[in-house]
């Protein structure tokens, strides 16, 4: 098959249009929606593993019409009734197939790769100085994925030329990817509640909730020799004549799986693992953040620095003594791991989002004396108590003359409630003496490490003695 025999397939035929839709539909779903994939550190466009990650995910959609689309094209010799009239001719069965098969598979691979290219473009741009190669491999087995995935549905379409037989395939593939993804939020990286290895066969990732985790090589390598014995079958099933070759065309696809399950990680601990190179800490002093959020610091440090400084004032010998990015892996709704000595920084955080100068000295200062325990971000919510706790604290340690709030004030009930109780606290507390107000922030700040429950205005309020 050359250049020019390919070009002809790809003008003349409808092998494009997979492409075209690989690309035209992810780039809408992320340029036209405002989800949860443009938000925090694990952003599409923040680093290049969140981005290999979140094109990936949306295989979810698309590899099950992908099979469709080359089942339907693979029907294309039936519907014009030629199977009998190409047979006869003097080409080998391998070469009329390979020239469809690499017609479907160059436009798939185009489009995804077009995706990539435009995610790591704007990638670039948001200033990331961090370049892992882990990216890589994901999104490579996400366009293997594709290319087997078409090639398979193109040869079952031609040893089954039904009608129903596409339909059948976009059917029976997004079932079983989804009782294989259904996800399971209880533990600290993401799984399925369907068996590790077996949610493994599908080339579908989580959506990424943690910037340092990344797939492992032996994921890699058990995906890629699963979707190797598909293409294969797929290839087989193409050039097969006879039923006999049919029934033998199973046999990559069956080898690839029991070699896939033989490398694929047993546990999800093993299947997403920590980005060592990305997790070490790159420090200005006492502010320190992850290699991979290094371009961070420079707007960090100055803050961080500053916010010390306050603290030092407000907490004396008990202040925290650095900044430091939080590294730490948790389960959805899970309480954060605090420290008395270390104020942690969480990139996700929606109080930290785009913020610098005097108002990213304000969040680090509320961070340093009334941390939350559980996550403020896109995926978890957060508590208005926590941010009303923290507003309050902050102004009082910057010497503010009334509260200035980390997040607008909302007009809800409940929000007006969380507000009213913060302003009786403030009246309450600059009404004391400067000793006696130092020990109410202590008390908020302690019962904030321990992540003690109830109300955090009831230290302040004196309705923890009552």
Known sequence: MNA????????????????????????????????????????????????????????????????????????????????????????????????????????????????????????????????PLGWLPISLVAMLALVAGAVFGMGVARALPFALTPPALVVAVLMTAGLLLRPNAEGERPSSRAPNLLAQLSPVTAEPRELLLTLSG????????????LLGTGFALLVAATRRARLLAVVPVLAGAALALLVLPAQPRDTYVVDRAGAALVCDGPVCVTTANRHRLPALAPSGKEALRVLRDALGDKAPASVREDTSLRALGAHRRLSDDVLLVDFDETLMGDADGTRLTRVLVSQGLAPNCSGHNSREGGGLGDIAAQSLAASWALGDTRIEPLEPREADQYARTAWERADAAWEKLTALPPAEQRAWIAELRAAAISCAPGDPFAALLGEAAR
């Open 218 to 229: 032996s994921a890699h390598l058990g995906q890629t020799l699963w979707l190797l014995g």
């Open 4 to 131: 020019r025999v390919l070009r002809t397939e790809l003008r003349r035929s409808a092998a494009p249009w997979g492409g075209v839709l690989i690309l035209g539909a992810s780039l809408a779903v992320f340029c036209l929606i405002d989800g949860i994939w443009w938000q925090g550190a694990t952003g599409w466009t923040a680093q290049w593993t969140s981005m290999a990650l979140w094109t990936r995910s949306l295989l979810g959609f698309w590899w099950p019409l992908v099979v469709g689309l080359g089942a339907l094209y693979g029907l294309r010799d039936s519907r014009s009734r030629m199977s009998e009239l190409l047979m006869t001719t003097p080409r080998p069965a391998w070469r009329r197939a390979a020239l469809p098969a690499g017609a479907m598979a160059f436009a798939l691979a185009v489009g995804f790769g077009l995706l990539v290219l435009v995610g790591g473009v704007q990638v670039v741009l948001g200033g990331t100085t961090y370049l």
